[in-house]
C-alpha cells in the first residue's frame, strides 16, 4: 500500500521510476497551472535543478502546450525557435498534456540528452502516464 504518500510524493515516485527506467529519459518533471494565473509552476521532477520553475502561457515548448492542448515531440531542441533551454546537454524534449474533466490542468516533461529519441510508443506510453497521474489529483 502506498497510502503514506502525498499527491506529490506519488507524482516525485513517478519521475523516479520513469528517469530510471528509460535510458534516453534525462530529466523527467511536471508542471502544472498556477491557479489562475496564465502560467505554469514547476511540481515534482528528477534531473538537474532547472531556472525555470515558472514558465508563462505560449512560451518555450510547455508555454505552447499550456495553450494548444497537444503533445510536442521535440526531435531537435537547436531547430525550435520558441523554445527555453534548461541545460545545453539537452538535445530533446517531449511534452504531453494532463486533462482533468477535459481541461488541460497540466503537463509532464521530458528532456532527453539523445538526438531524436521520441516515438509515436513513448507518445502513447507517457499519455497512459498522464492518465494515471489526472487520477492522482
Ligand atoms: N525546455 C522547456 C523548459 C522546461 S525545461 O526543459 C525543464 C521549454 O522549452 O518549455
Redesign the pocket.
Given at each position: 500500500s502506498q497510502d503514506h504518500l502525498s499527491k506529490d510524493e506519488r507524482i516525485q515516485e513517478i519521475c523516479t521510476i520513469l528517469e530510471s527506467s528509460i535510458d534516453y529519459y534525462n530529466?523527467v518533471?511536471f508542471y502544472f497551472k498556477n491557479g489562475d494565473k496564465q502560467e505554469l509552476k514547476l511540481g515534482p521532477?528528477v534531473g538537474e535543478p532547472?531556472d525555470?520553475t515558472i514558465?508563462p502561457f505560449g512560451?518555450?515548448?510547455?508555454?505552447q502546450v499550456a495553450v494548444s492542448n497537444q503533445n510536442f515531440v521535440v526531435p531537435d531542441?537547436s531547430a525550435q525557435d520558441n523554445?527555453?533551454?534548461?541545460s545545453i546537454t539537452?538535445k530533446a524534449?517531449i511534452?504531453i498534456p494532463i486533462f482533468v474533466n477535459g481541461e488541460n490542468i497540466g503537463q509532464i516533461?521530458i528532456?532527453s540528452n539523445t538526438p531524436d529519441p521520441f516515438s509515436v510508443d513513448d507518445e502513447r506510453f507517457l499519455e497512459f502516464v498522464c492518465k494515471e497521474v489526472a487520477k492522482l489529483l
Open positions: 530529466w518533471g521532477y532547472t525555470h514558465i512560451k518555450g515548448i510547455c508555454g531542441v523554445y527555453i533551454a534548461c539537452v524534449e511534452v516533461d528532456d
